[in-house]
């Protein structure tokens, strides 16, 4: 005889027969449960229905399994254990952060301890993608305005920082040299700003941090208002240092950079003058809550400190 299968049990039933079988008595196992009485014993009876088993002999003390209902208490056990696995899973998905970060990047890698957040982020938050896109500091905050990047990295200025709508997290501040080719040390060493300006300049574009830093000293309103001789435009920092090292002009270079410059190739460094510069993280401060920007924020916390 092929015998049918049971229909579906419901996990309250379930409960029921469980919480019995533990306190032994159908009273106690309704204030548990927050039913009444017969409830309780109605569950009882559907789910000895449902298996054509008798569950439960009636003593005086209360309600004892019989053989069937010992045999059938661990499964039962382990379909409530597996329903509860079921429901902490689909809460921590709820909670898992999914989606795509844009990510503005500029300088070298290095400098920006981009592997380490990005190993960090993906650490803490591994269902979100990362699309890099490299570029200059103030294309960075034009697309971050089009909505084109989520998050990305800026140069600030401390004389004119950031401010709304931007939320701006400060990593490191650090100065430019003025870096010349080699052999020019006695026309910039003792120079000022004025005294600079007289020689040949590598310009940049206007989305470059070397444009906000040579608007402070050179052209109209600037420190010396003067405008330098410019005598080609560039926009990657290795060209303009590949344009120094061949003589072409002096350009503005990150203090490590011009160091090691100063050291490796002879280059010259202008050593009366240098000018601040502040490398941040920044997004929309309206969109700093969303959660895929919100872990990105928490992975440069980690990174940076």
């Not at 054509?52 to 379909?79: I, N």
């Not at 380490?116 to 896109?133: C, D, G, I, M």
């Not at 971050?144 to 709508?165: N, S, T």
């Not at 005294?195 to 608007?215: D, F, K, N, V, Y």
Request: net charge neutral; glycine share 8%.
């Amino acid at each position: 005889m092929i015998r049918q299968p049971l229909p579906p049990i419901d996990p309250q039933t379930l409960r029921a027969f469980v919480t019995v079988a533990r306190e032994g008595n159908v009273s106690r196992a309704a204030q548990r449960l927050h039913l009444s009485q017969p409830a309780v014993s109605l569950q009882l009876k559907s789910l000895a229905g449902a298996t054509g088993l008798q569950l439960f002999e009636r003593t005086a003390q209360g309600m004892s399994l019989t053989r069937d209902g010992a045999a059938l208490l661990p499964l039962a056990d382990k379909a409530l254990a597996a329903l509860s696995d079921v429901g902490l899973a689909a809460a921590h998905l709820q909670r898992t952060v999914r989606g795509t970060l844009r990510i503005g990047t500029i300088l070298d890698p290095e400098f920006t301890r981009l592997g380490a957040f990005l190993r960090q982020l993906v650490e803490s938050a591994p269902q979100v993608n990362t699309e890099l896109s490299q570029g200059m500091s103030g294309d960075v905050l034009t697309r971050l305005e089009r909505g084109e990047l989520d998050v990305g990295f800026w140069l600030d200025l401390p004389h004119d920082p950031l401010g709304e709508p931007w939320r701006v997290r400060p990593l490191t501040r650090f100065a430019y040299r003025v870096l010349a080719p080699a052999g020019w040390g006695p026309q910039v060493r003792d120079k000022d700003w004025k005294g600079l300006a007289a020689l040949p300049w590598l310009a940049t574009p206007p989305a470059s941090a070397h444009h906000r830093l040579q608007r402070q000293v050179f052209g109209p309103g600037s420190l010396t208002g003067l405008e330098p001789r410019r005598v080609a435009l560039v926009d990657q920092e290795a060209s303009m240092l590949d344009l120094v090292h061949s003589g072409v002009g002096l350009s503005l270079v990150r203090d490590a950079i011009a160091i090691r410059e100063a050291q490796a190739r002879g280059l010259a460094i202008a050593e009366r003058v240098s000018l601040e510069c502040q490398l941040a993280f920044v997004c929309l401060q309206s969109r700093a809550a969303e959660p895929v920007i919100a872990s990105a924020w928490s992975a440069l916390e980690a990174v940076w400190g």
